[in-house]
């Protein structure tokens, strides 16, 4: 007879005690999973930068990065169904390795998410003017792109010190609206089509001048993809505020990538069969928007763009939820300074407050320093990405490992019998999900001028900015883990299973 888990019996095996309140059911954590990845925020946000870098066959990037996440997205559903817990990459690496791992896996996710919340926020600049020149709050785009984000961080800030339920219910709300005009807005500009799908084979001599051919603008154009199908964690994330995570988890991750690569290719593919002019310079400058007010009028394209700049709302809301939940994590281990505030969960709103205005103003804080840069939209874009794919990669890599070393599938409390596993496709999957993951990392560190310094002025710090703001989050913050706090590790005992005796960190295999 199979055993079934009970929803705590996780958080019992990692030595913590339920705090979080249960009150999010299938389709909120489904609608987490796919707000975080936002079909629409992601391809309207860097579709103009994918087609400037690769013309029209940079679609092809699209499915290309579907076959590799997918990879990675059936690892972590095998994860989620043992282990669906908050800070899910800073947990599933304790679970899979050593606390120094999991540590550096958290530290880069955290990093990650709060970057990501300022990226996604830029997405506004390039949506709402095209409404309405109103938003265009300072002349300078790149300025007006940073007041336009900042009072969108501030919003989801409110928001989500306020408790994952009112979060829920606007995430939900806002995931069903994206849903429903993604969908009618593939159908409709289908309906416009002008030529037909062998669009995509076209390169508009984008590869002419670069060292290894249209590969190296197909590679650079790639971005615009990789920015769009990563975060489905988030959905595992919320495991400990979620009704039977370890069914819905799974499902929900797999769920998400699948309707997103889905939707959005059908998108792409018929935004480019339907655009007037294949060779407007409008697609490598404003992109989607531009297409989208072409094919339908100002009128009817401005009714979808309005739908855009919800998703990027509810994508920014998710992105900072999802970055709580992992500094939460972090500080119930007391792995971050100041563990026993930043974990506390507020008996009012049922989450905790610190984390969420703390991750705010870091978003807002990261903006300002950017302020004023035109590459403020692919630099902080590829930053965020980056190190996303290298937390990942300490995810797979020690899974890969547990499994030649036959220490997967891992034993649970209970006994209980997963609700979803890759049985013998488990090492291939395994295999090329570590591979993929490599290669992008290597791809997106690649110090291309045309991504980290396309125009002046052009300094070698610039061109070399992601090397070394990568370089720096990583090793500074490893270091003070290192010579600090791994010094002080251990659940807190107000958040361990038995308050009296803090549960201890596993040892280093």
């Known amino acids: 007879m199979t055993t079934v888990r009970s929803d705590d019996a996780e958080l019992q095996e990692f030595g913590y005690r339920q705090e979080l309140k249960r009150t999010l059911g299938n389709f909120h954590t489904f609608a987490a999973g796919i707000s975080y990845i936002s079909i629409l925020t992601g391809t309207f946000q860097l579709f103009y930068l994918g087609f400037a870098q690769g013309g029209p066959a940079y679609w092809w990037s699209w499915p290309m990065v579907f076959a590799g996440q997918l990879m990675v997205a059936l690892c972590f559903a095998e994860l989620a169904a043992r282990y669906p817990i908050a800070g899910s990459i800073y947990n599933w690496a304790k679970r899979l390795s050593n606390p120094h791992v999991s540590w550096l896996a958290g530290w880069l996710m955290l990093a990650a998410s709060a970057t990501t919340v300022a990226a996604t926020a830029l997405a506004l600049q390039i949506t709402l003017p095209q409404i309405w020149d109103g938003f265009q709050l300072v002349p300078d785009n790149p300025t007006n792109a940073v007041v336009l984000a900042s009072i969108l961080i501030v919003f989801t800030t409110i928001i989500n010190a306020c408790g994952v339920k009112l979060m829920a219910r606007i995430n939900s709300a806002g995931v069903l609206i994206e849903l429903i005009a993604a969908v009618i807005m593939v159908v ?147 792995n971050l300074p100041g563990g026993a505030k930043l974990a506390k969960v507020s008996a009012r709103f049922q989450t905790p407050v610190l984390p969420a205005l703390l991750i705010g103003a870091f978003g807002i804080a990261f903006l300002m320093v950017n302020i004023g840069q035109p590459q403020i939209f692919s630099v902080v874009t590829s930053i965020a990405i980056i190190l996303i794919y290298l937390a990942y990669l300490l995810v797979t890599v020690p899974l890969l490992i547990a499994r030649f070393r036959g220490r997967w599938p891992l034993a649970t409390v209970e006994g209980a019998e997963p609700r979803f596993g890759l049985g013998k496709w488990g090492l291939p999957v395994n295999i090329v999900a570590v591979l993929w993951g490599a290669a992008m990392v290597v791809n997106l560190l690649w110090p291309r001028q045309a991504i980290y310094n396309p125009s002046p002025p052009f300094h070698w710090y610039l061109q070399w900015g992601a090397v070394l703001f990568v370089g720096a989050v990583t090793i500074i913050g490893f270091a003070y883990y290192w010579f600090v706090q791994r010094h002080r590790s251990g659940v807190l005992a107000d958040h361990a299973h038995t308050p009296a005796v803090a549960a201890p960190m596993p040892e280093v295999r």
């Not at 495991?239 to 069914?247: T, V, Y």
């Not at 339907?274 to 400058?285: F, H, K, M, S, Y």
């Not at 739908?307 to 939460?328: D, E, G, K, N, P």
Request: charged share 15%; with cysteine.
């Open 188 to 334: 409709v500009l289908a309906a416009f089509a002008v030529r037909g799908p062998s669009v995509v084979l076209e390169t508009h001599g984008t590869g002419e001048g670069n060292p290894l051919g249209y590969m190296g603008a197909f590679l650079a154009a790639s971005l615009a993809s990789l920015y769009v199908m990563y975060g489905f964690d988030t959905a595992a994330s919320l495991g400990e505020e979620s009704k039977d995570p370890c069914r819905n988890a799974p499902k929900s991750i797999l769920r998400a990538v699948t309707a997103s690569f889905v939707i959005g290719g059908l998108l792409l593919l018929f935004a480019l069969m339907a655009v007037r002019d294949i060779n407007a310079p409008e697609l490598g400058t404003i992109g989607l928007q531009y297409i989208v007010l072409d094919v339908l009028g100002p009128v009817v394209g401005k009714i979808f763009l309005v739908t855009v700049a919800i998703a990027i709302v509810v994508c920014v809301l998710a992105v900072h939820t999802a970055a709580i939940r992992m500094m939460f994590a972090m500080a119930r281990d007391n």
